[in-house]
Structures are given as structure tokens and as C-alpha cells.
């Protein structure tokens, strides 16, 4: 077997661990009003050599925000760094961009979420053959048990504690022509650790939002997981945050509501051919699923209209509203459906 294709049998072998993660295939969600901000904490020191800091974020359980805590994870594989996800407005709502692992750090929002991860790119280590060196400048790095740092002072203007892009009052950045690159390249999705860790602090009433005021107990742990652990830290003092009560979240009701339908980019496989045609599959997709939005959400608001003209009941609207909801959560979870397939089959050439 000649080493270019065992390249390629690599390649596909890494793409398929990259795309079989669940994590990857998510339904998004609008919010109707932003997270609170993200809160200042103190970094756990670094367990041991290897790991990786993920920063906190808050995430969404369908009726609030939680807090995810900020942890040292080990990376899915050698030379892959992390990207945080990010929420960002859509015009009618938020939505989240999940974070992934990859060779290089994309776009997440401009926001600053401490520790080297300061709106653009990643200034807390970087990857030396088979060695994280980290900058101990950012970190909290023991060096007396890792030897592989280095200190780069870095300096940067964005003390912003915003954690959202666009809208009222978000982060106003938009990804560069490198940063759009970078999101076309191989992806890995959060570990399996990562996700238990973001299921602990799901289940975790002290995280919710309205029970904390954006101050979690738990800010950050020096393993996921390990919210009891000695080493926690916990978010430190700051204004009190409460969610807007005259703006209530609601799911989406019309195709309108949702985020726009998702366009991945082709895998790289080494196989320019088959790159092609999986873009041609997934250009055809994104058109055909902005076709069919466009026409159910014609067909609601006719409808609309016409119980508007009727006068219709309090309870008629309703019961048309939530006939409206179901067809749209029908629709988007067959487009996602749709999506994976795409993906299934890329696999299977």
C-alpha cells in the first residue's frame, strides 16, 4: 500500500470519529433574550501535562441558562486545539454555535472568555510535535511537575464580559477570511468527558441562571466532573443578573423563528472529487431546505391571515399555533435528519 493512500485511508478513518460524535448533530434552538455575562473566576491549576483549557459558557436546558464550568480536558488526539462555542443573535432570537476541536482555533463570537481565549484566536499554548507547550502567562501552570512552558505577555483591548455576538448590546465582530478557513477544516466534536461535564452541570440547580444571578457557585474545576473537588472555583463578586421578565422564551412557531438551516462544510479527505461532490450535495440541500421554509411559512401566515379576518377565538389561534409548532419541529428535525445522511453517505464512498 503505497503512502498516499494510506494517507487517505487515515484521513477518512479521523473524519469518521470526527462525524460519528453526537455532539455534532444538534437541533438549535432560539432563545429570546441574551445569557448573562460571562463571570470572572480564577483558573484551577493545571492537573497534568497534556490537558487543555476549555473555558465556561452558558448553556441552554430548554427552559434556562446554566453554567458549564471552565475545566482541563484532554484533547481527542495529538495537535488539535479548542474552539468555544458562542451564542449569537439571529434576528429573532439567539442560537448557539457548538464548539469543536481542530488544528486550528476558528471564530467564536469575539467573545472574551479569559485564559488565552480573548475574542481572536488562542494565546494559552500551542502544540510542538507531540507536546502542548503552554504560556504560563495566561495559565496557571505548576512548573516545578510541567516543564514545557513558555511566557508571552499578551496584550489585548477587548475587557468586554459580554457573551453573546450581535443583537442589542453583543459583541459586534464577524469571522476573518482565516477564521472562515479554519471552520472548513476537520472537526472533532467535545469529548466524552466534555459532554458528561456539560450534563453534570445541567442537572446542577445551583448553575441555573435564576438560582445563581449569573455568579455560579461552581465557576471553573480542575477536571470535568469534579464540582466537589478542592480545587473549584467559584465565580467572584459582580453585579447581580436576572433574566428579563417581560420577555419570556418561546419555541419557534413559524420557520422564521429558527436559525438558518446549517451548511457544513465538505470533509478533507484527501479526494478533491469526492469533496466536490459533498459540496454539490450540501449546496443542493441548503437551497431545497430554504425552499420548503420559505413555503411553510407562506402557508402559516395565509392561514394566519385568515383566522385573522374571522375574528377567530382565543382558543382557535392557539390550537393553530400549536399546530404551526409542531410543523415546524417536524420540519427542522427532518432537515437535520437529512444533514446526517448526507454525512452517512459520505462515508460509505
Request: some cysteine; proline content about 8%.
Amino acid at each position: 500500500m503505497s503512502w498516499a493512500t494510506l494517507r487517505r485511508y487515515l484521513l477518512f478513518a479521523l473524519f469518521l470519529l470526527s462525524v460519528s460524535a453526537a455532539a455534532f448533530a444538534q437541533i438549535q434552538v432560539y432563545v429570546s433574550f441574551g445569557p448573562p455575562p460571562i463571570p470572572v473566576y480564577e483558573q484551577p491549576i493545571c492537573p497534568g501535562d497534556g490537558y487543555i483549557w476549555i473555558p465556561g459558557y452558558w448553556a441552554w436546558d430548554g427552559y434556562e441558562y446554566y453554567w458549564v464550568p471552565g475545566s482541563w480536558v484532554l484533547p481527542p488526539t495529538i495537535g488539535v486545539l479548542w474552539t468555544p462555542g458562542y451564542w449569537e443573535w439571529g434576528g429573532s432570537g439567539f442560537f448557539f454555535h457548538q464548539g469543536y476541536w481542530g488544528p486550528h482555533v476558528g471564530f467564536y463570537g469575539g467573545i472574551n472568555y479569559g485564559f488565552g481565549y480573548f475574542g481572536r484566536g488562542y494565546e494559552g499554548g500551542r502544540w510542538d510535535g507531540e507536546h502542548f507547550f503552554y504560556n504560563r502567562a495566561v495559565n496557571n501552570i505548576n512548573v516545578t511537575v510541567i516543564n514545557n512552558v513558555y511566557e508571552n505577555r499578551v496584550v489585548y483591548n477587548n475587557t468586554s464580559r459580554v457573551s453573546y455576538n450581535g443583537g442589542n448590546g453583543g459583541v459586534n465582530q464577524r469571522p476573518t477570511s482565516e477564521e472562515s478557513t479554519f471552520s472548513r477544516e476537520q472537526h472533532f466534536a467535545p469529548t466524552n468527558a466534555q459532554t458528561q461535564h456539560m450534563e453534570a452541570a445541567r442537572t446542577d440547580k445551583e448553575l441555573r441562571s435564576t438560582a445563581n444571578q449569573g455568579r455560579p457557585p461552581v465557576a471553573a474545576t480542575e477536571r470535568p466532573g469534579a464540582f466537589n473537588d478542592h480545587a473549584v472555583a467559584a465565580s467572584e463578586a459582580g453585579g447581580r443578573w436576572e433574566p428579563p421578565a417581560a420577555n419570556p422564551t418561546r419555541p419557534a412557531i413559524h420557520p422564521n423563528d429558527l436559525p438558518p438551516p446549517e451548511r457544513s462544510p465538505a470533509p478533507y479527505t484527501g479526494n478533491t472529487q469526492l469533496e466536490q461532490k459533498y459540496q454539490q450535495q450540501q449546496e443542493k440541500l441548503y437551497n431545497d431546505q430554504v425552499q420548503e421554509r420559505q413555503n411553510l411559512q407562506q402557508r402559516q401566515q395565509r392561514e394566519d391571515q385568515n383566522l385573522a379576518r374571522q375574528n377567530a377565538s382565543t382558543n382557535k389561534t392557539q390550537q393553530m399555533e400549536q399546530s404551526h409548532q409542531q410543523q415546524t419541529q417536524q420540519m427542522q428535525q427532518r432537515h437535520e435528519q437529512q444533514q446526517q445522511q448526507i454525512r452517512q453517505s459520505q462515508l460509505q464512498h
